[in-house]
């Protein structure tokens, strides 16, 4: 595996507050980047990419490294570790906590952070957190904005992500199911080929009224509408689901999965959250 070429250092800088890292940013753009825990960005540079000249360090800006309780959400701040969120109570018992806790080794997660698990694009918290409907708080060199998980991709311009802002969620009741499934190569330790999540809320006629949403292999993520709306028609089916899943989620293949099987098998671990528990007596399982 060919080291990154790199004869001359980069510079480092830590800045105290965001707007300094933000004007930093734009000073020396476009040969600089921001690194927080810098778990993703060790294996760029493994496989041969380089680090940019200017280097910066937000680990000492404190508004991205803690987390504050609000009345209607909790603010979790970008450079907090995966680590010391597994650690806190109200996210441990939540499907972000579950999300956490099956992300890499525990040494990754003692030095990754939620905001590169969200800003590399394919992270494994994303699906907990748009089932969860977070949002996301950025600074864009003028203010601060909110917006939603699945926009960040198409946000125009640069922004710096500050915070997850996670909504507090009643304790689920008897007919609500939340859910976060992960398949890898292997059982642990590994990059995740499909992650799904969602929160769902049974209604009458057995239909469900459900965040759904996934991720799988380098696709980005997608929030399923079309099988959340599937979902929410009395007298569904997995046949049905299959068809609004499809149009929802079309995966490209990749050298270690087909798009063919991440769909597949997509549509089974929502099928076993959603029809299986209510509907396993009434007709086994079926092949979709």
């Known amino acids: 595996m060919a080291a990154a070429n790199q004869s ?43 680090f940019a000249g200017n280097i910066i360090a937000l680990e000492q800006v404190s508004e991205l490294t803690s987390v504050h309780e609000e009345e209607n959400y909790m603010r979790i701040g970008a450079c907090m570790t995966l680590e010391e969120l597994i650690q806190e109570p109200y996210i441990s018992r939540e499907i972000l906590g579950e999300a956490l806790r099956q992300i890499a080794a525990p040494a990754v997660r003692t030095r990754g952070t939620i905001g590169g698990n ?8 994303l699906p907990a957190l748009m089932a969860l409907q977070a949002e996301l708080e ?25 915070a997850v802002l996670l909504p507090k969620t ?16 292997r059982e642990a330790f590994t990059a995740s080929l499909l992650a799904v999540s969602g929160c769902a ?8 009224k459900a965040r759904l949403a996934l991720v799988g292999g380098k696709d980005a993520p997608v929030r399923l509408r079309r099988a959340e709306a599937c979902v929410a028609e009395s007298g569904w089916t997995p046949e049905a689901f299959f068809k609004a899943l499809e149009a929802d ?10 798009g063919s099987y991440r769909l597949q098998a997509a549509a089974h671990l929502f099928l076993s959250r959603l029809w299986l528990e209510d509907n396993a007596e009434k007709g086994g399982v079926h092949n979709v």
Request: glycine fraction near 10%.
């Open 170 to 185: 009643p304790e689920a009741s008897a007919g609500d199911v939340h859910f976060f499934e992960k398949i890898g190569r």
């Open 8 to 50: 001359v250092m980069p510079v480092v800088w830590m800045p105290a507050t965001v707007q300094e890292a933000f004007a930093l940013y734009e000073e020396y753009f476009p040969d600089v980047e921001w690194i927080a825990g810098g778990t993703w960005r060790q294996i760029e540079r493994e496989k041969g990419t380089a």
């Open 118 to 125: 969200i800003m590399y694009g394919h992270g494994d918290a």
């Open 201 to 208: 809320r049974r209604q009458a006629g057995g239909s469900w």
């Open 249 to 258: 989620y079309q995966p490209g293949d990749e050298p270690f999965s087909s």
């Open 138 to 162: 950025v600074w864009n060199g003028r203010s601060y904005a909110r917006l939603p998980v699945e926009e960040a991709a198409s946000y125009e311009g640069t922004f710096l992500l500050t």
